[in-house]
């Protein structure tokens, strides 16, 4: 099954993955679907198979990051307390997802201990990076925003 090219739960042994895979549910979804919106209870974690996703969050502003490798996770609020999406997902395109219930993974991580670490230490990897990539982001609209304009 595709859960098996994830980036988080890559490699890991043939029992976990066998335990994540009958977690895991198949979902399409057509564009412009939003599949959470920030502030809702965090239910699910979210691996991309075939689409497009704009994490968003609408505040004095947007702020968007894209989700459009096959095998990237999102929804990852799910993991980590308290359990409340941080932003608003929607389908940018004909979306197809695997959607793995918060609960069954506790379950399958409390039985699994040392898949669960490895699993939680990419987790945290994935999270670093799209915090620089926002970093990154947020000092380039900055610069714009102070270098003049001679045109």
Known sequence: MFVQESVLFKDLGPEFMGEISEA??????????????????????????????SLFIEEGGVL??????????????????????TASARCDAATRVLKIDRTALEHIFEKNPREAFLVMKRLAGAIGQRLARSYEAHLRSRTDLRTPSYG
């Open 24 to 53: 895991a549910q198949e979902e399409t979804h057509a564009q412009d679907q939003v599949l959470f919106q920030r502030g809702d209870p965090a239910d699910n974690l979210y691996l991309l198979e075939e689409g497009r996703i």
């Open 64 to 85: 968007i990051f894209s989700v459009d490798a096959p095998g990237e996770v999102f929804g990852w609020s799910a993991l980590v307390e308290p359990n409340v999406y």
